[in-house]
């Protein structure tokens, strides 16, 4: 699609100017402007992602002028990402299922509320707010197919429209070279924002997350699909570490860890208190955008498909494991994870939750939990490996991984308490 065909979308949801006209005068209502309507001037439509970039999403770019009645008369601009079911029938199927797309629209329209409005409970009067990391969302509609034999069937949809960073001057990292120091530092701090919020909401209201939000990515269905993974992954690593010189013990840790792979991950993935909270569990690169000035690097954190109730540390070992260049990794993760503490503790103070008083977890429990994580983190990455395999960089950065997790004997099951 050309960025001229301004009046169609790929897949079986058009996008026309009707649609955004309705969709925007809902958004203005929910802002407290009841009554308005909307007349869309102009809008244009064009892929929001390149090719093959995403599966779990048919993903648009939609830029829309249009004016507000009644209102100022002054034309107002946005830039939008709607996310659409896949069009291609296997990977819808796969899709709704696992529920990815449910998850997501939940999270946006149920989790960030409910943290928005907690917050503005628990803050003193005229504190600052605790700015969530993520883009607005302007509309989400979700509808369950049905397979009634009294009628015919339906198919599910869903629809989720975001905004639309890069114009703002976000852009995504380069997976291939690895974040930079700042950017890992604003990732860390973005998602220690999220994981305090979650934790402060859990331990004010006194019960598991898990249970207000029942559609989180349960342990046991996450399980199965992780594990789906690393049996696809791990012959292809295999055969890929037989042609390096010097794996070999290596390789024989992770044979030897193979039986084990579903009972480590079940219980890694598992919630364990007191710091079970909301996870993105999908923490890498690519789902990460970035603003950096000469002021402040800035980051958004998008894809909430897999949102879990689990422990922190599995998202900042996934990132580190995945998306750090080596010497930056072995250098600043101790500083990085102080960093990360650090966030969390004062975001969750400002809350009336003292993490190290009230639940009794401390800054070295942290850096045991991330120890374990650790394994977790490069058993989903070898679920994911071709996307490291025939780059250079990326080769070498995980061969570097699985030989520092290697020699700090991380990859044996042992170090997971819990299956013993």
């Not at 449910?102 to 509320?113: A, D």
């Not at 009634?148 to 949809?157: F, G, I, R």
């Not at 070999?248 to 579903?262: D, F, G, M, W």
């Not at 850096?367 to 025939?390: F, H, M, N, T």
């Amino acid at each position: 699609m050309s960025d001229s065909e301004d009046e169609s979308s790929g897949g079986e949801w058009p996008v026309t100017g009707e649609w955004l006209e309705s969709m925007l005068a809902t958004y203005h209502q929910g802002q407290g402007e009841p009554r308005v309507s909307v007349a869309v001037d102009e809008f244009s439509v064009r892929p929001g992602c390149d090719a093959g970039e995403s599966v779990l999403s048919d993903i648009l770019a939609v830029n829309v002028e249009y004016h507000v009645t009644p209102g100022p008369p002054d034309m107002q601009t946005l830039d939008l990402i709607i996310k659409l079911l896949p069009h291609d029938p296997f990977s819808r199927y796969f899709v709704t299922e696992a529920q990815f797309d449910l998850r997501e629209i939940r999270f946006y329209t149920q989790v960030v509320p409910e943290l928005e409005q907690f917050q503005r409970q628990y803050l003193p009067k005229g504190a600052e707010p605790i700015e969530l990391p993520i883009p607005r969302c302007y509309h989400a509609l979700y509808t369950q197919g049905s397979n009634n034999p009294d009628s015919s069937p339906t198919a599910s949809e869903s629809v989720l429209v975001l905004e639309n960073l890069k114009p703002q001057g976000f852009s995504g990292a380069d997976f291939s070279r690895g974040l930079t120091l700042r950017q890992t530092e604003s990732a860390l701090e973005a998602v220690a924002r999220l994981h305090a919020l979650s934790l402060a909401l859990k331990v004010k209201e006194g019960r598991p997350l898990s249970e207000r939000y029942p559609f989180l990515f349960q342990t046991a269905r996450a399980t199965d699909s992780y594990q789906q993974l690393v049996e696809r992954g791990l012959p292809q690593l295999a055969r890929f570490l037989e042609r390096r010189p010097g794996m070999e013990a290596i390789l024989a840790c992770l044979v030897a860890l193979r039986p084990s792979t579903k009972e480590v991950i079940a219980a890694l993935l598992a919630p364990q208190e007191p710091l079970a909270l909301i996870t993105h569990t999908d923490f890498w690169c690519n789902n990460l955008l970035f603003r950096d000035d000469d002021i402040k690097c800035a980051c958004a954190v998008l894809d909430w498909q897999m949102v879990t109730y689990s422990r922190p540390t599995n998202d900042l070992a996934l990132l580190l494991v995945s998306s750090v260049p080596t010497e930056l990794r072995r250098r600043h993760t101790i500083d990085l994870l102080d960093g990360y503490w650090a966030t969390l503790t004062a975001t969750t103070l400002r809350l009336g939750v003292d993490v190290e008083g009230d639940l009794r977890y401390s800054r070295s429990q942290l850096a045991e939990d991330y120890r374990r994580s650790q394994l977790l983190a490069l058993l989903l990455c070898i679920g994911s490996v071709d996307v490291a395999l025939g780059d250079p960089l990326t080769e070498q950065r995980l061969l570097d991984v699985l030989q520092d997790l290697h020699q700090d004997g991380v990859l044996t099951p042992d170090i997971v308490p819990v299956i013993h």
